[in-house]
């Protein structure tokens, strides 16, 4: 079994185990889901520290393929799900799914080390901006900028540009969504609002000067669980911000714009100046200590120069994305070690009693046991009353009048 990898030898034998289990039913959670994403990370970093040359994306992969066969974009249908979803994927409006993955692997022989790269978003080309797609109307709504709809509409490029304008030149559109971000959602994001919505968090935390130099090692395991503890507060969210500016992160709380989906994202700015973005989409408490989590795993571990922001919607599973795996397992475990859950009641019992001996024990709010039982049966039903629902926005009352929302 490859535990890591130091040679072409052993390079190529986990590609062709890759092939293998890419054909099974390798769902995540399973041994052979596990294995799979463990290949994947093994294949990644090799062929990083290699300088191999690059690998179609699998956008490029498919189309290759589909010219090599003499397909249009109806013979993925029996693939992919429906001509929508074709056309969706093709475009970079959708991103593959691992049935996806398997499906074309199998069906059209597309290499699985293609499917299984990261899904990156397009970006926009300068002469190629549709100014008047940007939100500029509900953005007015917030106070993000001043104008009418109507007159904003007409004269949308001069006011995008001077709401870009405190971001520097290198935020330009082009530069602001260039092809360094990967979204995790299985729905189709707008990319005009999401750009804004970056812009806007990154203005916001550019406003709140950081005197801590960020340095990854600092947010260590440890560090993440003594932050969960801030969640047996009752105001415990709003220290968050502070908690998190002493080892040189930024924290926003913004609401998403319409067709953006987003729970939050973890973004570096001026290359060395990490920010989290929640949008507090879901009102509960065991959803933003998660969310947080997650963001913070990315910051840790991910973010840098070949991916620079991360934008999530975690009502998603994203079994095809190593660092998305990676990050939910760390953001589990920050708040619930699996020793713990191992020999918790709460694993097998969906009891208040199991909830609140488990929270106790941990020294974290109720919610996140509730949160994680929940996850666990995959029954969104039960201990309703311990999440924590309508607990957050409260909170950040001043942030959402701020946008005004």
Known sequence: MITAINSESDHKTALNEIERLIDLPARAGTPEGDRLN????????????????????????????????????RDLVPLIGSRS??????????????????????????????????????????????WERFPVAEMAARGWIKGQAQGLRRTAREVMQHFFAPLGNEWAPVALYKQTHYV???????????????????????????SVKFRREAVSHEFMHELAHLSILSDGPRHVGEYLANVGIRFVVEPHLPETYLDGAAILIKGDCPVIGLTLRHDRLDNFW??????????????????????????????????????????????IPEKEWSRSPARNLRTPEAVADLANRLRIHPAIVAGRIRHHYKSFRVLNRFVGRGQIRPLFSDSLEHSGR
């Open 38 to 73: 463990l290949l994947a990370l093994l294949v990644q970093d090799y062929e990083q520290k290699q300088s191999e040359s690059r690998i179609p994306d699998p956008i490029e992969a498919i189309k290759f393929r589909m010219e090599q066969m003499n397909l249009t974009p």
């Open 85 to 130: 979803k074709v056309s969706e994927v093709l475009s970079r409006k959708r991103p593959l799914t691992f049935s996806m993955a398997r499906a074309l692997h199998k069906g059209l022989g597309v290499p699985a080390k293609a499917l299984l790269q990261e899904q990156l978003l397009p970006g926009f080309e300068e002469d190629a901006v549709d």
């Open 184 to 210: 995790r959602s299985a729905r189709q994001m707008d990319r005009y609002a999401i750009a804004a919505w970056k812009a806007r968090v990154c203005i916001r935390a550019l406003e709140t000067p950081v």
């Open 290 to 335: 998660f969310v947080l989590m997650h963001e913070l795993a990315h910051v840790s571990r991910h973010l840098g120069a070949e991916i620079s922001a991360y934008y999530d919607d975690l009502d998603v599973e994203d079994p095809t994305n190593a660092q998305e795996q990676e990050a939910d397992q760390i953001a589990g475990e920050a708040l």
